[in-house]
């Protein structure tokens, strides 16, 4: 060898020493290396220095370093193997200090023995020579190493055996604690079916795939069998995995939800398995079932709450293309009623009939219904409005027939579905608004939602855009009315009525806005208003002079609710300083409905400090006759049909005479209102009543016009000669000179 193995650390030894160093490191390698040689990649030359007992086959001799290399690799290494050993004694590589790192290289290959056999060999090279030399000369040293990777095999072995047996018992404790059956198969052909399965679902599985028994011995259930198809639909085209949750029958008969997956597992050995799992998922299935039913159903009737009735419709009219479509809203008319009467039972028991009915008159495919709360009910229909009709008069003819001991009357609204987006809530309140037109109605019981009711509505969402606005910038108005004297023409009152002066409509009449106020609350606020304006033009007519006539305020029923409704009217007459007789209180017959006691209350407590009261709309309802005997009013004013009736027909001038004669029996003032000929005016005179308001007369005019012909021309309504001949029958007071007829 070229250069002598040094220790790392410490003097040079002497000649001798160093050979005796020499000696045993030469020692120790034989004794872990079986061969080890010197190659001089340089000279291309190798030079054999060990070899141990003969156990490996020589290099072949003859032949340079590179080619000998190439000759073991050829002959004496295990193919696979020749790439890692031929890399390993590769000069280029062996240069490479990142190669040679830990101080030498190595690798383990099978190396060919003398008896014809491969055995592990490790081979270990160590350079000897500097970079700088010039040459590259290196020991090559080679470990019989068999023994030690069958060990390590085992070894190895040993720990997948262990982690199978670990795996296997967890495996089988999970499906142990999870109630999960295993099933195996190949191809078509069962490879494996957990004995637990034959003995809990009913069904033959001698030799027979699973599928195949649950479709062929009735195992699945009917209904599921949508949900079973398209799942073995996907493992026929190749799925990995798959999953369904069907209703399978046990062996006592009763059909339970199970769970059924399974998995792909390529084997390269035994080619494509399935595996298939089953989890009982009874109880967890019906539980969520139940979840899911409060969460979308109505508990009492089974029909769709609100919330789902809104998605399920709203798919319903995207799918129904150019079918038309109709959502039916309905209710019940005086449930609460046979909620009171008959108990909370009875009433259920009407709504679970109701439900029923309509679940059989509709198409299960294209139509649903729901109970939004109550006894409401809606439906989205397919079909135009012949169809509509026919449910309609179905149901309601059902249900007329339903007991004997109530009357069943439905009430229904119907709006047509024009635009598809049309979210279905908006939808619902359309329908809504139809039928409030018709509730309580004894000509019709539905209605439809349409354009003129579609412009109603538009116009009360404009009006009540604006009422507040209107109300701050003084565009309500006063208008009077005259109440005449009918024998003398002269005017003895007048009526407050409101105009709303709008900047871009015009002159808006009161019927348009009044009953939206009415509705909202808002007719508190311009009622007060209108009280205000007359006490100031009161107070303007008192300071000119003019001894001014009564004028009527309408007063809602409204104010009743309000603890200070007194005080308020006696701080406005105080704050204007009128005579209190000169406001006179109308109510309407709607008032006399909220609280007769609190009413009765108010009422005298308010005459006690000078006011009057006047029962508007007189004979309009149906309890008049009572109200003249239980209230205190001061004025009765006949409606406009009263006049109409008696000038008509005998039985109306029979009624309007006697209602006239009880009211002045009673002491009170009569006056009658829409008077429009003087046929009529002639009529009532003759019945007793000389008190008249209506177009006759004079329509509603402005304060400034009512003063003009009030107080500064003093003039009076022209009178018919054969009123006054009336009147002077009747002894009623005449005009001294009949003006001229100007108004």
Request: proline share 4%.
């Amino acid at each position: 060898m070229k250069q002598r193995i040094q220790t790392s650390a410490g003097p040079a030894l002497s000649p001798a020493a160093d050979e005796v160093e020499l000696a045993r490191y030469t020692c120790v390698l034989r004794s872990i290396f079986d061969e080890i040689f010197e190659a001089d990649f340089t000279a291309d030359t190798y030079r054999l220095i060990h070899m141990g007992d003969v156990l490996f086959c020589p290099p072949p001799p003859g032949m340079g370093l590179a080619d000998t290399l190439q000759a073991i690799a050829r002959t004496l290494i295990e193919p696979e193997h020749q790439g890692t050993f031929l890399r390993l004694l590769n000069p280029a590589a062996l240069r490479d200090e990142e190669s040679l790192r830990q101080g030498y290289a190595s690798g383990d290959v099978r190396k060919k023995c003398l008896d014809g056999r491969y055995r592990w060999a490790r081979f270990t090279v160590f350079p000897l020579s500097d970079a700088g030399s010039g040459q590259s000369l290196h020991m090559v040293c080679v470990q019989d190493v068999d023994e030690q990777k069958r060990a390590a095999g085992l070894a190895r072995e040993n720990a997948l055996l262990q982690r199978q047996r670990l795996d296997e018992m967890r495996y089988k404790t999970v499906l142990d604690h999870t109630n999960t059956l295993v099933f195996e198969w190949r191809a078509t052909q069962p490879t494996y079916t957990s004995p637990h399965i034959p003995q809990l679902l009913a069904g033959n599985y001698n030799g027979r795939r699973l599928f195949d028994v649950w479709r062929e011995d009735g195992v699945l259930f009917p209904e599921d069998g949508g949900a079973f198809n398209a799942c073995l639909h996907e493992l026929e085209q190749g799925a990995s995995s798959g999953e369904m949750t069907v209703r399978l029958r046990r062996r006592d008969g009763r059909f339970i939800w199970c769970r059924v997956t399974y998995t792909c597992l390529t084997d390269p050995e035994l080619s494509v398995r399935y595996i298939g799992t089953i989890n009982d998922v009874d109880e967890v299935t019906l539980a969520m079932q139940a979840l899911r039913f409060r969460a979308e159903y109505d508990p009492l009737t089974g029909a769709y709450n609100m919330q789902t009735f809104f998605e399920k419709a709203g798919e319903l009219i995207r799918r129904s293309g150019d079918s038309p479509c109709h959502i039916v809203r309905f209710d019940v008319a005086g449930f609460k009623g046979i909620n009171e009467m008959f108990g909370l039972e009875e009433g259920d028991r009407l709504l679970r009939a109701i439900a029923h009915l309509v679940r059989e008159q509709i198409d299960k495919q294209r139509e649903t219904f729901a109970r939004l709360s109550g006894d409401v009910f809606v439906a989205c229909l397919e079909g135009g409005r012949e169809r509509v009709r026919r449910f309609v008069d179905w149901l309601s003819l059902q249900l007329r027939e339903y007991t004997q001991s109530y009357r069943v009357m439905l009430f229904f609204g119907i709006c047509p579905v024009e635009k598809r987006k049309t979210p279905v809530h908006v939808l619902c309140d359309w329908a809504h608004l139809a039928l409030k037109t018709v509730k309580g109605s004894d000509l019709t019981n539905y209605a439809f939602y349409d354009g003129e009711l579609r412009a109603r509505l538009l116009d009360e969402n404009n009006i009540k855009d604006q009422m507040h606005e209107a109300l701050e910038k003084g565009q309500f108005v006063l208008y009077l009315q005259p109440k005449v004297e009918i024998s003398t023409g002269r005017i003895v009152g007048a009526e407050a009525l409101a105009r709303w002066r709008h900047p871009t409509d015009g002159l808006i009449l009161p019927g348009r806005f009044v009953p939206l106020f009415e509705r909202n609350g808002f007719i508190v606020r311009f009622d007060e208003y209108i009280w205000e304006e007359t006490c100031k033009m009161l107070r303007l007519w008192l300071d000119k002079g003019y001894r001014p006539t009564p004028v009527s305020i309408n007063v809602s029923r409204m104010h009743f609710n309000d603890d200070n409704f007194c005080d308020k009217l006696l701080r406005l007459t105080g704050k204007y300083n009128l005579p209190r007789h000169l406001l006179e209180l109308e109510l309407t017959e709607s008032a006399f409905f909220e609280s007769e006691k609190t009413l009765i209350r108010v009422m005298k407590e308010l005459q006690e400090q000078g006011f009057v009261f006047s029962m508007d709309d007189f004979g309009t309802g149906y309890s008049s006759l009572s109200t003249l005997r239980s209230l205190p009013f001061n004025i009765v004013k006949l409606d406009r049909t009263f006049i109409s009736d008696g000038t008509d027909n005998e039985r109306g001038q029979i009624v309007a005479r006697n209602t006239i004669t009880m009211a002045r029996q009673l002491r009170m003032k009569i006056i009658a209102e829409g008077v429009e000929t003087l046929e009529q005016a002639h009529f009532l005179l003759s019945i007793g009543c000389n008190y008249a308001q209506g177009y006759y007369y004079s329509r509603p005019v402005d304060p400034a016009e009512f003063e003009v012909l009030s107080f500064v021309q003093e003039k009076a309504f022209w009178v018919d000669p054969g009123i006054r001949s009336e009147a002077r029958r009747l002894n009623l007071p005449l005009a001294p000179v009949s003006p001229v007829r100007e108004y």
